[in-house]
């Protein structure tokens, strides 16, 4: 059998964190009543006239900065035309001709080392409605209540050559957006979506292969499988002397195959043309500079800071800078002084297993840096032992409690009297006759025994070191 190359491009659909649609007032808010946040522009009315949100521009060009692009001075928006029911002014408004941000990269880290990724372009352009089929009722409805989000289209150029390169060039894109704060890029509800151009070709051949499409992946995993899948499928039909028809696809995720949808088109098919109704852009020095005065410290710059600043192994940097919102709650918790090592391991251990538990994402985590630091500074002045410091946590984690005022109102501050802890020491001593001789005889394992029965007498509020000492010298 014939040795063949995978050759894969991305065109990555990014839904802008505004609080309004591209060219409308129309909120852009997750999960309304079907086709309330509407209006006659984003329902496409006769007579309706679009302008353009300035904060969509402005998270463009942010992106584009952050990706290496060359940002395109004056450009404009075109009309893509095409008729299906979710698009109800019968086109889109996109941009061909001149984009927002042109030539760009990123870097990924491969099995191989370090590899560049371009960026063909980036371009502005409004999304879609939503159509829901309803078996039961045997119709289509649809929602128009995305129609007119805006959304940045980021094309690379086909670079990849493999699932795993394709998934390190969509985690970097995500991780540069949300650190920009431009989107979510919540896969699951749909603001960050995938089109995989795929094509194969024998193994040193310098021409590119015919390419399949498919549309709207919406998870990394069906994004690999799809791969995967298309790459056999593209094989085995060149194999067995077939063509590839340059197609638009759609993968089915139980059967774990894709089927044919229609043609794909090419621009001429969307008979682009000048958008009458939107003014050209003109981008200005002080704009530009704006804007790049504002770009945040990226995650690259970040984990060189930390190494340098903060001293933390690197497996520690590496999962707090993998969100923008953990690595701020990190800072701003040793802002507050406490100790850069101590943090790190309340994040990495209590939140990370929580987060697991409750199936969210870093980016949902709720308590307040400053809160974060008291219950640390509790915990290095034995207020409350580690037991209780981690139940203080869970009720923390989930409700943002002051750890100070709830350890008062709960009484969970460790037990200090000495007089007391002894007097229990004792009690469970006298009452564990066989664990004592048990431990007498050399079984470590019944002293653990016994500072659990003395934890348990004092309901939790002892310190559990103290009282192993304390065990050890009477016994």
């Known amino acids: 059998m014939k040795q063949y190359e995978t050759v894969i491009g991305l065109e990555v659909h990014v839904e802008l964190a505004t609080k309004t649609k591209i060219f409308c007032g129309c909120s852009t808010a997750f999960g309304g009543r079907p086709n309330s946040h509407t209006c006659p522009v984003c329902t496409g009315?006769?007579?309706?006239?679009p302008v353009l949100n300035r904060k969509v521009l402005e998270y463009a060009v942010a992106v584009g900065l952050a990706a290496n692009c060359q940002i395109t001075r004056y450009c404009k928006f075109d009309r893509k035309n095409y008729f299906y029911p979710d698009n109800p002014q019968n086109y889109q408004i996109s941009q061909l001709y001149l984009p927002v941000c042109r030539d760009g990269f990123v870097e990924i880290e491969t099995e191989n080392g370090s590899k560049r990724i371009g960026i063909h372009e980036i371009h502005m352009e409004e999304d879609a409605g939503k159509l829901i089929h309803d078996e039961w009722e045997d119709c289509t409805l649809v929602d128009y209540n995305r129609s007119g989000v805006p959304l940045i289209e980021i094309v690379s150029e086909p670079d990849m050559r493999g699932a795993d390169e394709v998934i390190?060039?969509?985690?970097?894109?995500?991780?540069?957006?949300?650190?920009?704060?431009?989107?979510?890029?919540?896969?699951?509800?749909?603001?960050?979506?995938?089109?995989?151009n795929l094509s194969v070709r024998e193994a040193g051949a310098k021409e590119f292969g015919t390419r399949t499409e498919m549309k709207n992946l919406s998870s990394f995993r069906s994004i690999a499988r799809a791969i995967e899948a298309e790459r056999s499928r593209q094989i085995d039909l060149l194999e067995s002397g077939g063509t590839v028809i340059q197609e638009t696809?759609?993968?089915?995720?139980?059967?774990?195959t894709s089927y044919a949808m229609r043609s794909k088109e090419d621009a001429?098919?969307?008979r682009y043309f000048p958008d009458p109704d939107l003014v050209p852009i003109s981008i200005s020095e002080e704009f530009l500079a704006e804007?790049?005065?504002?770009?945040?410290?990226?995650?690259?710059?970040?984990?060189?800071?930390?190494?340098?600043?903060?001293?933390?192994?690197?497996?520690d940097i590496e999962i707090i800078t993998g969100s923008k919102h953990m690595a701020d709650i990190f800072e701003e918790t040793v802002r507050f002084g406490a100790q850069p090592k101590k943090v790190s391991n309340w994040l990495m251990g209590e939140t990370l297993r929580l987060l697991r538990e409750q199936e969210a994402d870093?980016?949902?985590i709720c308590f307040s840096p400053e809160n974060l630091a008291k219950l640390i500074?509790?915990?290095?002045?034995?207020?409350v032992n580690s037991t209780v410091a981690k139940e203080i946590f869970e009720v923390m984690f989930r409700e943002n409690v002051d750890p100070e005022r709830y350890v008062e109102e709960k009484g969970l501050r460790t037990v200090s009297d000495e007089g007391a802890l002894r007097r229990t020491v004792e009690e469970v001593i006298q009452a564990n006759p066989k664990s004592v001789e048990d431990y007498r005889g050399g079984k470590e394992k019944a002293l653990g025994f016994l500072v659990g029965q003395t934890m348990k007498a004092m309901k939790g509020k002892a310190d559990p070191a103290g009282i192993t000492g304390l065990l050890k010298e009477l016994l």
Not at 174 to 195: H, N
Not at 249 to 256: H, Q
Not at 377 to 383: D, G, Q, Y
């Open 168 to 196: 390190a060039y969509l985690e970097k894109l995500r991780l540069i957006i949300r650190y920009l704060g431009a989107s979510d890029c919540k896969l699951q509800e749909g603001s960050m979506r995938a089109d995989v």
């Open 377 to 383: 500074a509790l915990t290095e002045a034995k207020t």
């Open 249 to 256: 696809r759609r993968f089915d995720e139980e059967k774990g």
């Open 268 to 270: 001429q098919d969307y």
């Open 45 to 49: 009315m006769p007579g309706a006239l």
């Open 291 to 315: 804007i790049k005065g504002r770009q945040p410290e990226l995650r690259t710059e970040k984990m060189k800071r930390y190494k340098a600043e903060y001293d933390l192994p690197d497996y």
């Open 362 to 364: 870093p980016e949902d």
